[in-house]
């Protein structure tokens, strides 16, 4: 093979590592950012959830339905848009991998508690206080559950600052 049609190849490779270097940088800035519009959400999520709670122990249980189902609604979109990244062509690590499934595990039980929370609220409406009682139970177990994954996607993030911004 000719030194020319050697440096050609040369640069034909160069260009294809330049292509994929640049490709895995955007899709980890990619996931960067929708990881961080989950993250949002879900810290919306948790927002309206406690606000709900807070104005079910006081009576006010119109608006607490209308906080729980926008927690809900926070909770379901997280849900949605890890569910699209996990099924996404990216190329995970193992760390990546790890907060992934404990993200996806601690909006599911959110989610669940949100559930239980509007059940509850629609019992108290009804004067059904100790139907309504258990759902909140439920609800308050649920949100202790998903609070120790939150914990552990936390401290993922603090453990590897190098990869997560």
Not at 69 to 90: C, E, T
Not at 124 to 137: A, L, V
């Amino acid at each position: 093979m000719s030194d020319y049609k050697r440096a050609l190849v040369f640069i034909f490779l160069l260009v294809i590592i330049a292509i994929a270097i640049v490709y895995v940088g955007f899709s980890m800035n990619s996931l960067d950012n929708s990881m961080a519009e989950i993250s949002d959400n879900i810290s919306n999520g948790d927002k309206e959830y406690n606000d709900a709670v807070n104005l079910i122990n006081n009576k006010n249980y119109d608006e607490a339905l209308e906080k729980a189902l926008y927690a809900s609604d926070d909770f379901n979109k997280s849900s949605r848009d890890l569910s699209d990244i996990q099924n996404g062509s990216y190329n995970f690590n193992e760390v990546h991998k790890e907060y992934l499934a404990t993200a996806i595990d601690e909006v599911e039980l959110k989610q669940d508690a949100a559930s239980n929370l509007v059940h509850a609220i629609y019992y108290f409406k009804n004067n059904d206080n100790s139907t309504g009682s258990s759902y909140g139970n439920k609800a308050n177990s649920l949100m202790d559950e998903a609070i120790q994954y939150q914990n552990a996607r936390n401290k993922l993030v603090n453990d590897n600052p190098n990869l997560f911004r």
